[in-house]
């Protein structure tokens, strides 16, 4: 293609210019660093009229007679063309913009500003604006579909972003460029362009090469390219009739290539070799004009492009080209098979026709093969054509003045359809190696590492090349300043040492370098060389030694005081580690990912004096199209991270050392710009410790950003309901209370009262969620959280269901509640004969903890704690705040793994049916109503529980209980006290109480027949038991049943006792309780004599008090609040 380069002109002042041409091509028109925009009619017109816009013009756009540009003070003007007047400010930015672009009609206008933000403007109404937000560094260009449906737009972040302008959401973006921090740092302006008339590609220049994307899939079609191009393209500019792009690059190089053969047209060089910074072709096709960072203006003319069919045999070349090429680009969008599929005969055949049909310019249609969207799909070199292809075409264009070209040689034609063609997902770029909790090295200032120890910052500028060190708790070391002579780049902090570390470059290799100020030798500081062609790429610090992952796969493991330890293969590219205390975390490249998603492995090692690996080589969860961003460990030593889209996960030991997500940072940004960098976690208290980053994903070194506090939230479903919160809720605790468990396991010394505190609350919030479910008449929901519960809140829940009048649960409550029973019973012998190995075994969830809960306190601190939390759900009922001051206050005090002087070592727990214990479903004449039938019902069921007795030791000795075979005896305790139940929170009772209960003891005989009587006198304390309707008709009918089925255990034979009695009439029932009732009066006269003095007519004052609570009962049923109240203990 012949041009004639014309001699360059000065224009503007040193520094970027831009160029573009009127609708008509009649003007010229340039901006520069001086302000001004100059209207030339020619390249020789030595007096162009100018426009003062501005201390700076950075950018231009010109259409239908509007001249708009940005200046530097953060505007974007319009003015009139060719007058120059000013005709208002079309919009502001809070910094300068540095790209402005009219759409196809010229009624918007886009621009892209250095405060990370492209609006899109309305010409004929500036209000009419909308902002795109989603860059996270300056805007380096933008323009707009023809069709006006999209905006493209490149910025310093690296990225290329396509747009939907209406809803102003990115539709996709590409990560192509290399970071900087601002546009003037930037090698490229990377200045897009879309195909004019078809607007079919978008043109991407990347680095020496321009890519094309496909509107619509997105998907990356071609590459042009060229061997001779060794600097970075600058601009881009389509031809008008959308067939060629010209590129001109950072060394000065203009090059035009034809998109349908994909072969370079023409290379024209900058006679001083500047940059070119601006690009226009005229509106006819036959020049380029072009402007350089120097101000100078300069032209190509005589191009053989134009729209007019009179050029037609100046294109030829170009034509032919297709013909040979259009295997690699097909004009057809259908879905038929590829073209390599044809045969040779068929294929010249289509050829043919798709040449001669582009006899009109008009139908110039970015090239053909069958599928041009999955062009990006060819697995080979961008720059490849077969060598008789390329022959073929040095044949063509090596003669630009032979308007016919050589003739097509049918053997190049084969050869095309001989490439692969690959069409499924395309390979993601594989994540770059970092380190955690620092900013990415290309920053002059840059946080080098920022964890609980302390802060390293790294300073790389004109003036200084230096590493800040500060900690956090200056106890620990007092600030450093260090010289950065050897241009490190990583580092890590502990509280024993500052690791730090270099790439290597032609003269010297990697550098490892501690300083471990901890020591108490003098010499404080050691280096080490990494071996040749290896490169460190992650390091991190533990406790007593030091881990660098390299370029070749290796993992180095070096004492704190430099002694080389281990080293071992990783199984793949290391891409972040991170060490707490023994445990080693290790992230890399398990394989290639696709479709934008990393495939990484993760392991976890201890390196305790058994070193093991707990976690090997397990694909590492990520959200979908996203790269981690972020990993550590907790305080309390969980391994965690964070992806980029701002999911944290923690590790799970209870699951399987599965990956839980805890937490949604987006969730709490209020712009799509905006980011959290997660500096670190705190399981105890709840805490994700991160720095707010407004516009940006990190945040500045001056001023000192300052680090917010966001809550934890398991992302559950319907968490906006009660039942979803509080199970949220549950599960967090339990998760975040895991490490009490690993702590213990490997030898750390635990906060115990931290870890009853939790139990408690995640037993708190299992009640709250069981009343909660009784509510909703979930009664096999209600069974699934009890499975969950301890012993001691079981019985509360059955107290709850029985109250409720849920016979039905009641009953299997207190079936689980045996079941707790026997196992903590079973496990009791071990934990007395192996006192020190019970922190060992101790678990600590609500999954799992059931049988120790209760642990080593007396029974008054039990009764307390269940007080407080029955009174919990009787507020919880009435609609009340759960925590009361009563259990705040024995949360302080109580600790249920503390030993007290003299009490033996075992749970101190409540089982029903107990030495000295009454059944706390009876209902008794104290203060609560006794005589309602449905009362009577639940005791009767209930009443299973209490067959199996124990005697307790004489004297209060610590000495070990005699065993049952079914339910295991409480913990002896001295004889003047008794042990109350729940329904029972009176005073000690008095001596004389206790022996005018004793008068029954016959009447509990039979019940203590299978047991192994233990000679006590202590045995006369389970006569205080009042008898129930249940009891007095299985002390009769229980020989029946024992002969039936001799071999039943006791368990079996109170469950058929209590079938065959539900099978009785509500009559016979009934009588039975009466029956049981003129048995209990005694019992009820004595609590009542107590209280009045013991002077007044026990018979009558019964009587009274029967009726008259008789008849408050029937009221109180009817008031739910009233109901409720009875949850409350009465203490007096």
């Known amino acids: 293609m012949p041009c004639e380069r014309k001699p360059m002109r000065y224009g503007h002042s040193e520094g970027h210019t831009e160029v573009c041409f009127d609708d008509d091509g009649r003007f010229i028109v340039t901006c520069g660093n001086d302000g001004d925009v100059r209207i030339w009619e020619s390249l020789d017109d030595d007096d162009p009229r100018f426009i003062t816009v501005g201390e700076k013009a950075y950018s231009l756009a010109l259409k239908n007679g509007k001249l708009v540009t940005a200046s530097s003070n953060n505007t974007v003007q319009i003015h009139t063309f060719p007058d120059g007047d000013p005709d208002g400010i079309l919009t502001r930015f809070t910094t300068n913009a540095t790209h402005v672009t009219f759409n196809s009609s010229g009624s918007r206008v886009a621009a892209g500003s250095s405060d990370f933000m492209v609006k899109v403007v309305e010409v004929s109404d500036s209000s009419q604006q909308k902002t795109l937000r989603g860059h996270e560094a300056p805007v380096l260009s933008v323009t707009f579909d023809p069709k006006d449906d999209f905006l493209a737009s490149s910025s310093c972040d690296g990225s290329v972003v396509v747009w939907n302008i209406e809803e102003q959401t990115q539709v996709i973006s590409w990560p192509l460029l290399q970071k900087t921090n601002d546009v003037s740092n930037a090698k490229s302006l990377c200045r897009l362009a879309w195909q004019p008339r078809m607007a079919k590609f978008l043109a991407v220049p990347v680095d020496t090469k321009v890519h094309l994307y496909e509107r619509g899939s997105w998907d990356h079609v071609t590459t042009l390219s060229d061997d001779l191009l060794t600097q970075p393209i600058n601009v881009l500019a389509w031809s008008p009739c959308g067939r060629f792009v010209a590129a001109g690059s950072v060394g000065g190089s203009l090059t035009l290539w034809d998109v349908n053969s994909k072969l370079c047209v023409e290379r024209q060089k900058h006679e001083k070799g500047f940059t070119v910074c601006g690009l226009a072709w005229h509106p006819s096709g036959s020049q380029i004009a072009y402007t350089d960072t120097e101000g100078c203006l300069g032209l190509l003319d005589g191009l053989s492009v134009s729209t007019s069919d009179t050029n037609a045999p100046k294109q030829a070349p170009a034509k032919k080209t297709a013909k040979d090429y259009d295997d690699l680009f097909d004009d057809d969008d259908d879905d038929r098979v590829m073209d390599e599929g044809l045969s040779d005969t068929n294929s010249p055949v289509k050829k043919r026709v798709v040449v001669d049909g582009d006899e009109d310019d008009d139908d110039f249609l970015i090239p053909s093969t069958g599928r041009v969207r999955n062009r990006g799909a060819i697995l080979d070199d961008e720059n490849s054509l077969d060598t008789g292809s390329l022959k073929l075409g040095l044949d063509k264009f090596g003669d630009d003045d032979d308007d016919t070209g050589s003739a097509v040689v049918p053997p190049s034609v084969p050869l095309v359809p001989l490439r692969p063609v690959y069409e499924g997902p395309m390979p993601s770029a594989p994540q770059k190696a970092f380190q955690s909790g620092s900013t990415p090295a290309h920053l002059t200032h840059r946080f080098m590492m920022w ?34 002579s050897l241009g490190h780049t990583m580092a890590d902090i502990s509280q024993e040492a500052v690791l730090l570390a270099c790439s290597s470059t032609d003269e010297l290799a990697s550098k490892l370098q501690c300083l471990h100020f901890s020591s108490w030798d003098t010499n404080k500081e050691w280096m080490v060389d990494l071996p040749k062609g290896e490169d460190a790429r992650a390091l991190c610090l533990g406790q007593g030694w030091v881990a660098v992952a390299t370029s070749t796969l290796m993992l180095r493991l070096f004492s704190i005081g430099g002694v080389q330890r281990e080293i071992f293969s990783l199984p793949g590219p290391v891409v972040c580690m991170a060490a707490h205390g023994e445990q080693l975390l290790i992230v890399y490249h398990r394989a290639t990912g696709f479709d934008g998603e990393q495939a990484l492995g993760v392991q976890l090692l201890q390196f305790s004096r058994r070193k093991r690996q707990v976690i090997n080589g397990e694909p590492l969860p990520l959200s979908l199209r996203s790269h981690l961003s972020w990993l550590s460990f907790t305080a309390e030593g969980t391994p965690c991270y964070v992806d980029s889209e701002g999911v944290v996960r923690m590790l799970n030991r209870s699951l399987g050392n599965t990956w839980t997500p805890v937490c949604n940072t987006r969730e709490t940004c209020k712009s799509k710009s905006d980011h959290y960098w997660v500096v670190g976690v705190h399981e105890n208290p709840q805490q994700l410790r991160c720095i707010p980053c407004k516009g940006a994903r990190y945040p500045p070194t001056l001023p000192r950003p300052a680090v917010a506090i966001l809550p934890f939230k398991m992302p559950l479903c319907q968490t906006s309901t009660e039942k979803g919160q509080m199970e949220e809720q549950f599960l967090r605790s339990v998760l975040f209370h895991n490490h009490y468990s690993f702590l213990s396991s490997s030898g750390y010394e635990i906060d115990e009262d931290g870890q009853s505190q939790s139990q408690k609350e995640q037993q708190e919030l299992l009640l709250k969620m069981f009343a909660l479910s009784c509510k909703l008449e979930r009664e096999f929901r209600c069974v699934e959280l009890a499975e969950q519960m301890t012993h001691n809140v079981v019985t509360l829940a059955i107290r709850y269901a029985s109250r409720s009048r849920r016979m039905a649960l009641a009953q299997r409550l207190s079936e689980i509640a045996l079941e707790k029973a026997n196992q903590i019973q079973e496990e009791e012998p071990g934990e007395q004969e192996e006192e020190p190995e019970y922190k060992s075994i101790r678990r600590h969830s609500g999954y799992d903890q059931s049988e120790v809960k209760g642990g080593r306190h007396s029974n008054r601190h039990n009764q307390e704690e269940e007080e407080e939390q029955e009174q919990e759900v009787g507020e919880e009922e009435d609609g009340q705040e759960m925590e009361t001051e009563e259990m705040t206050e024995s949360r302080k005090r109580l600790n249920p793994f503390a030993k007290e002087a003299g009490s033996p070592v075992m749970p101190s727990l409540t089982p029903i049916g107990k030495v000295g214990r009454a059944n706390p479903f009876k209902v008794f004449g104290s203060g609560k109503p006794s005589t309602s039938s449905s009362q009577n019902r639940v005791t009767n069921i209930l009443d299973n529980m209490t067959s199996s007795r124990k005697s307790a030791l004489p004297g209060g000795s610590a ?12 913990a002896p305790r001295p004889k003047s006290k008794t042990q109350s139940t729940l329904l029972q929170m009176t005073a000690a009772k008095t001596a004389t109480k206790k022996t005018q209960e004793n008068t029954e003891p016959a009447a509990d005989q039979p019940k203590q027949a299978e047991v192994p009587p233990t000679a006590s006198p202590a045995d006369n304390t389970e006569n205080k038991r009042p008898k129930t309707g249940f009891q007095l ?37 009934l009588s039975w309780t009466e029956r049981a009732k003129g048995q209990t009066g005694d019992a009820a006269d004595l609590k009542k004599r107590k209280r009045a003095g013991g002077g007044e007519d026990v018979e009558n004052e019964t009587g009274r008090e029967e009726a008259e609570e008789n008849d408050a009962k029937k009221k109180k049923s009817l008031d739910s609040a009233s109901k409720l109240s009875a949850f409350a203990f009465n203490k007096n």
């Open 451 to 484: 964890n609980s120890v302390g802060i390293v910052r790294g300073y790389n500028d004109e003036q200084d090349n230096a590493i800040d060190v500060e900690f956090h708790d200056t106890a620990v070391h007092h600030a450093m300043h260090l010289t950065n």
């Open 959 to 970: 000495g070990k209980p005699s065993k049952s075979p079914v339910l295991k005896p409480l």
């Open 1033 to 1069: 008709w299985m002390e009769e009918n229980r020989k029946s049943i024992v002969f039936d089925q001799p071999d039943m255990e006791e368990t079996d034979v109170i469950k058929e006792a209590m079938g065959r009695f539900r099978t009785l009439s509500a009559e016979d029932r």
